[in-house]
């Protein structure tokens, strides 16, 4: 299924579950700090990254500004719920256990 069938297909009521590519394009936003040209060069090449993108940007969960890309307070929440981030809005590492 590609994203615009998945967008069409969902209501505005419902939760989105985010893709591994849109997980991803909110971890480069937030560690970039939403300055759009560092976002976009590592966008630059991966469709499926800018299709997420688009995607999140369809969805509202992000929205672009003069000072770049940001989520929205749906968005903020959407990634925090889905351990993106943290508390402080602070991207989430994976810890690694080591024996």
């Known amino acids: 299924m590609k994203i615009d069938e998945l967008i069409e297909e969902i209501g505005e009521e419902e939760t989105i579950i985010l893709t591994d590519n849109m997980r991803e394009v909110i971890r480069l936003i937030v560690q970039l700090g939403?300055?759009?040209n560092q976002v976009d060069?590592?966008?630059i090449?991966?469709?499926n990254l800018i299709a997420a993108k688009d995607a999140l940007?369809?969805?509202g969960y992000l929205i672009i500004t003069?000072?770049?890309y940001s989520l929205t307070?749906?968005?903020e929440e959407e990634a925090f719920n889905n351990n993106i981030i943290d508390e402080f809005g602070d991207v989430v590492h994976d810890?690694?256990?080591e024996e």
């Open 66 to 68: 003069d000072e770049g």
């Open 73 to 75: 307070e749906v968005g």
């Open 95 to 97: 810890e690694v256990e």
């Open 57 to 59: 940007l369809d969805v």
């Open 41 to 43: 060069e590592q966008l």
């Open 45 to 47: 090449g991966d469709q």
């Open 34 to 36: 939403g300055i759009k």
